[in-house]
Nanobody, 125 residues
Framework: QVQVVESGGGLVQPGGSLRLSCAVS????????MGWYRQAPGKQRELVAG???????NYADFVKSRFIISRDSAKNVVYLQMNSLKPDDTAVYFC???????????????????WGEGTLVTVSS
């Protein structure tokens, strides 16, 4: 019904860059907030960055000035440009999307939050 798929993870050396993408598809009629979270081994999932439907952004303190979140509303895609990567940035990065979707029964439309399955980012020399 709704698919949220991340891509762009991989292995990068400290100081390097990666760009993550998250594509949303399916029977949707509106996308509100989109965001990136991450979860390192043995740690809780934490917010990295978020962007509203009108382009307002917020960032975790640990990524400010290094990461940039953006979205292409026409394509239903959210990006995370990650620069100056550090070993501490190693984690699985998840996309979270708040959206409106069409249902198969009454009511015909509903709202909900979807998560992708994540993409692994490893920062190591």
């Amino acid at each position: 019904q709704v698919q949220v798929v991340e891509s762009g993870g991989g292995l990068v050396q400290p100081g390097g860059s990666l760009r993550l993408s998250c594509a949303v598809s399916g029977r949707i009629f509106s996308i509100n907030d989109m965001g990136w979270y991450r979860q390192a081994p043995g740690k809780q999932r934490e917010l990295v960055a978020g962007i509203s439907d009108d382009g307002l952004t917020n960032y975790a303190d640990f990524v400010k000035s290094r990461f940039i979140i953006s979205r292409d509303s026409a394509k239903n895609v959210v990006y995370l440009q990650m620069n100056s990567l550090k070993p501490d940035d190693t984690a699985v990065y998840f996309c979270r999307v708040s959206l409106g979707y069409y249902t198969n029964s009454a009511p015909a439309r509903s709202w909900g939050t979807w998560w992708g399955e994540g993409t692994l980012v490893t920062v190591s020399s």
